[in-house]
Nanobody, 127 residues
Framework: QVQLVESGGGLVQPGGSLRLSCAPSGRSFSTASMAWFRQAPGNEREFVAAYRGANANKYYLDSVKGRFTVSRDKGKDMLYLQMNSLKPEDTARYFC????????????????????WGQGTQVTVSS
């Protein structure tokens, strides 16, 4: 059974940092493209960052560029999201996603491209 399990969420003050982790299991994800999405109550799921498996290119939502960094440990199939300078508007449930194939870069920003999803981890930025 394929699973993606996120961890690392929590409550942090504005300006603080968190590191999210995504642990896949059930098959090898070494060639997968993987991403982070987030969803706040009442909002649609929003692309945050992606790591393209074929060439290790990284893509970001404009509002997180320079603050968030997506990375992978392919030896462990892990995906990470380092989040710095957090803002209240970053508050959301963060989801890990993975897919296989050779997508054009724009496809990686759409939730519909991804085959596998985790249950999410809550990030709350508040003083």
């Amino acid at each position: 059974q394929v699973q993606l399990v996120e961890s690392g969420g929590g409550l942090v003050q504005p300006g603080g940092s968190l590191r999210l982790s995504c642990a896949p299991s059930g098959r090898s994800f070494s060639t997968a493209s993987m991403a982070w999405f987030r969803q706040a109550p009442g909002n649609e799921r929003e692309f945050v960052a992606a790591y393209r498996g074929a060439n290790a290119n990284k893509y970001y939502l404009d509002s997180v560029k320079g603050r968030f960094t997506v990375s992978r440990d392919k030896g462990k199939d892990m995906l990470y999201l380092q989040m710095n300078s957090l803002k209240p508007e970053d508050t959301a449930r963060y989801f890990c996603a993975a897919g296989f194939g050779n997508p054009i870069s724009s496809s990686l920003r759409y939730a519909s491209w991804y085959e596998y999803w985790g249950q999410g981890t809550q990030v709350t930025v508040s003083s």
